[in-house]
């Protein structure tokens, strides 16, 4: 980590993020959210493992980097074609192909909290359209009724795992047959909060779970996940836009998954 520009290369994240098993996971978990004295860069160490251990195992086994798949075998053509295409959404924001939204309900409040997303189809063809299919309320597999399962401070949300059925939380998507899939690519950086990613799973493939990064420079994620959308404010208010991906992000949690005290649920959704 270069504390001069707050930003920390893929592979620096990875050689630095120690193992851990699930004990230690528990503890690191329980206080997270609780001790804001923990220096950044183990906080961030701390968010690459939680996303990339899943939800299912308290294991925060770090997966190794997979690079984005491209149609180009050469190694070295994929590598240059993936430094050329490289986005900085804080200098230039992809167009925004399409909006859905996801309302959210909190335990404690009557009314549910409308999340407005834009999504860049141009860039993340594939990775959208499952997204905006799990969009569908009336879907087989659909985010309506899932819940926002990991709450890190000042880091991420993460949420949208679901299954068709309803046992077996995070393994669902609607693309290539139901199958987890490979990214279109990782060429978003992610130096603006709000950006929606998806969580990969340890070989590198996607499915219904995202995270929304809620600090402004997250370049732990920078290579290893892929953005594919952003948090859109409400001009209507209501509560939505970052100012609800923060208050999400201020909830209580509990061990050893960093999950809602109380839960935070996703019951509707649809496409605008």
């Known amino acids: 980590l270069n504390p001069s520009i707050g930003r920390v290369s893929s592979s620096a994240a990875l050689s630095a993020a120690p193992s851990a098993d699930s004990s230690s996971e528990e503890r690191s978990c329980q206080h997270y959210n609780a001790q804001p004295s923990s220096s950044l860069q183990q906080r961030r160490q701390f968010v690459i493992q939680s996303i990339a251990a899943g939800i299912i195992s308290t294991t925060a086994t770090l997966p190794p980097f997979i690079a ?7 190694s070295t053509t994929a590598a240059a074609a993936l430094e050329a295409s490289s986005i900085d959404p804080s200098k230039t924001l992809p167009k925004i192909t399409q909006k859905v939204y996801l309302d959210i309900k909190f335990a404690k409040y009557k009314e549910p909290k409308r999340l407005t997303i834009g999504l860049f189809g141009e ?3 594939r990775t959208v359209d499952n997204f905006v299919a799990l969009c569908n309320s009336d879907a087989e597999a659909s985010y309506k009724g899932s819940s ?7 880091m991420s949300i993460q949420g949208g795992a679901i299954s068709s059925n309803g046992k077996t939380p995070g393994i669902t998507s ?10 279109d690519n990782y060429s978003l950086q992610h130096s603006v909060a709000g950006l929606v990613s998806a969580v990969r799973s340890p070989n590198g493939d996607v499915d219904s779970r995202f995270f ?15 953005a594919f959308g952003i948090v859109l404010d409400n001009d209507e208010g209501g509560g939505g836009g970052m100012d609800l991906v923060r208050r ?18 996703i019951v509707g959704c649809g496409v605008l």
């Open 68 to 74: 984005p798949a491209l149609a180009d075998d050469d």
């Open 123 to 125: 860039i993340m063809p």
């Open 148 to 154: 926002f399962y990991r709450v890190l401070s000042d």
């Open 174 to 183: 609607t693309a290539n047959g139901g199958k987890p899939f490979a990214p």
């Open 212 to 226: 929304v990064q809620t600090e402004e420079d997250a370049g732990w994620a920078d290579g290893r996940y892929a």
């Open 248 to 265: 999400i992000s201020k909830v209580d949690v509990k061990a050893p998954q960093n999950s809602p005290t109380d839960p935070i649920v």
